[in-house]
């Protein structure tokens, strides 16, 4: 079932899917900082502060991508 490159992992894949559902609630937080970030970033960009928290959400949103890609990884084919 699987390649010669060892890249295929369907059980991996279905094993990580509750994981990814909480990786996609919290990305959903992230994107509501990010917004808010934004937002406050117009109103004063001279806040480092708010940047940082803008690049938090931003990775908090790529969340369910990463919880992903590291559940598959961790289970052989």
């Keep these: 079932m699987c390649s010669g ?3 295929c992992r369907p059980l991996g894949f279905l094993l990580g899917l509750p ?5 996609l609630l919290i990305s959903l937080v992230g ?8 937002l406050l970033t117009c109103v004063c960009p001279c806040c480092l ?6 690049e938090l959400a931003l ?11 590291w559940f598959t ?4 084919c």
């Design 5 to 7: 490159e060892g890249d």
């Design 19 to 23: 994981f990814a559902f909480l990786a």
């Design 31 to 38: 994107l509501v900082v990010w917004i808010v970030g934004l």
């Design 49 to 54: 502060c708010v940047t940082v928290i803008v």
């Design 59 to 69: 990775e908090l949103v790529k969340a369910p991508l990463h919880v992903m890609e």
């Design 73 to 76: 990884s961790q289970i052989p």
